[in-house]
């Protein structure tokens, strides 16, 4: 079970990530912008977005103010940074693909 033990923590993992980046995308597309319109627009709950925000800040991708979240300069280098590892990381999913393998499984 070690391997759909790795596939269902990846998956866990893959599902919060998309989380941090959604709300990310948020902020890069409509900043200043608080919890509350992020919520709504993306129908997480609050604790998760406050929870994605503070992520985010951690990594300094964004910075909070009074008027709500904003991205900081380490932003665009990061986003540059997730596009080229994205496609990497995409690529490898890709090729451990069984039904890549040509062979028939019984």
């Known amino acids: 079970m070690i391997i759909r ?4 923590r990846m998956e866990k993992e893959v599902g919060m990530l998309v989380r941090h980046l959604q709300v990310l995308r948020l902020v890069i597309a ?3 912008i608080g919890i509350v319109r992020m919520s709504n627009e993306t129908g997480y709950e609050h604790h998760k977005v406050r929870y994605s925000l503070r992520v985010l800040e951690e990594e300094r991708l964004i910075e909070p103010t009074s008027q709500g979240a904003r991205t900081t300069d380490q932003t665009g280098g990061f986003v540059d940074e997730l596009d080229t590892k994205t496609t ?15 062979e028939s499984v019984q």
């Not at 033990?5 to 269902?8: C, K, L």
């Not at 990497?88 to 040509?102: F, Y």
């Open 88 to 102: 990497e990381i995409s690529e490898q999913l890709d090729g451990m693909r069984l039904e890549n393998t040509g």
């Open 30 to 32: 409509n900043e200043p």
């Open 5 to 8: 033990d790795m596939i269902d």
